[in-house]
């Protein structure tokens, strides 16, 4: 099987617009949660700043995190596809479960609040550790989409600055729709709990939207290949016999 080495050749061209479609759904998901989860924990540790702060350092440290595991898991781009797919799907599995955690806190908050730990930054510790306890699995996971379909879409360094550029460009403008949901719509339609189940559902669907694209690449010849330079390869036989 040939190294394909540029985007003309790239076998995956006629099925790039709907991984870049799963990431649009994906970023939308990502940001429901993570409004939804503001507003719960608001609930939980009161309406403040400080509370509000504690929830997007946890989100947004859960997801630093979930690169770095991303990119260790990116060794081919089949392999990569197949990794995001089961990301999503576990997102999916992983982000309800905040929930009980939240109804949980509701008991538990207020006698830590009322302890030693509930005044300075002893109090801001225990927010961040109930936080992170809760939103870590998910939010690992949702970081670790990035890198996974970053590698998925890039076979020649000629085009890694506009493929990734594109894809993390339409990641936002799916988490700036769905910041807009709910913030207006899902919460008056759906209620929190139902808002998060209905972005739960959108990861499946991911999931299972590129599992199908990841048959489909099968199909088209594509393999888990370094990625090339687009110099041509060194003939071996040749070079041997110059030699």
Not at 59 to 66: P, R, S, T, V
Not at 68 to 86: D, K, N, P, Q, T
Not at 186 to 194: A, E, H, Q
Request: charged content about 10%; overall charge positive.
């Amino acid at each position: 099987m040939p190294e394909y080495s540029s985007q003309r050749d790239d076998p995956i061209d006629a099925t790039r617009g709907w991984l870049y479609a799963l990431f649009f759904a994906s970023g939308l998901a990502a940001l429901v949660y993570q409004v939804m989860w503001a507003r719960s924990f608001g609930v939980v540790f009161g309406s403040t700043s400080q509370a509000a702060a504690v929830v997007l350092a946890t989100f947004f440290l859960g997801m630093g995190i979930g690169n770095l595991l991303g990119g260790r898991l990116s060794r081919g781009r089949l392999h990569a596809l197949w990794v995001y797919a089961w990301v999503e799907i576990a997102i999916a599995a992983l982000a309800p479960l905040v929930i009980p955690w939240l109804v949980l806190y509701q008991d538990l908050y207020p006698g830590l609040y009322q302890s030693e730990f509930g005044q300075g930054a002893a109090l801001t510790m225990v927010r961040v550790g109930l936080a992170f306890v809760a939103m870590a699995p998910p939010c690992i996971a949702m970081g670790a989409t990035l890198p996974l379909i970053s590698r998925a879409v890039v076979s020649d360094t000629g085009h890694v600055s506009r493929r990734v550029a594109s894809i993390y460009a339409v990641n936002t403008v799916g988490a700036v729709l769905g910041t807009l949901l709910s913030g207006f719509l899902l919460p008056v339609r759906l209620g929190v709990t139902g808002s998060v189940l209905a972005a739960a559902v959108l990861n499946a669907g991911v999931g299972i939207g590129a599992l199908v694209l990841w048959r489909r690449w099968q199909a088209l010849g594509v393999r888990d290949k370094e990625i090339s330079s687009g110099v041509p390869p060194l003939d071996t036989d040749r070079a041997d016999a110059g030699a």
